[in-house]
């Protein structure tokens, strides 16, 4: 089984920086992606990085530029380095994984989930 846990949300100010990381437990599996969910919104794609394809990886719109992904083998951790942040970037992280490299930017293409980590930035 696979396990997801999230950790380095926090309260942080406009412009500032935070960095989310991802340990995983159990298998290797080929996507690791992270989400976010705000209030009253759906769930949405923040990046993804595919570790059977060279560690290629992916952003939304939103987040490029601020925003990378990044993997320590050695660690079986996923990180998300989060700067520039901005109060629209306020959400709940989550972490998920699946078998299949689609580097996919939906939840259902995704197996495994961790319990999220809050992320708020004040303006």
């Known amino acids: 089984q696979v396990q997801l846990v999230e950790t380095g949300g926090g309260l942080v100010q406009a412009g500032g920086s935070l960095r989310l990381s991802c340990a995983a437990s159990g298998r290797t599996l080929s996507s690791y992606a992270w989400f976010r969910q705000a209030p009253g919104k759906e769930r949405e794609f923040v990046a993804v990085?595919?570790?059977?394809?060279?560690?290629?990886?992916r952003y939304a719109d939103s987040v490029k530029g601020r925003f990378t992904i990044s993997r320590d083998n050695a660690k079986n951790t996923v990180y998300l380095q989060m700067n520039s942040l901005k109060p629209e970037d306020t959400a709940v992280y989550y972490c998920?994984?699946?078998?299949?490299?689609?580097?996919?930017?939906?939840?259902?293409?995704?197996?495994?989930w961790g319990q999220g980590t809050q992320v708020t930035v004040s303006s």
């Open positions: 990085i595919n570790w059977r394809s060279g560690a290629s990886t």
């Open positions: 998920a994984a699946d078998q299949h490299p689609s580097s996919g930017t939906t939840p259902l293409e995704y197996t495994f």
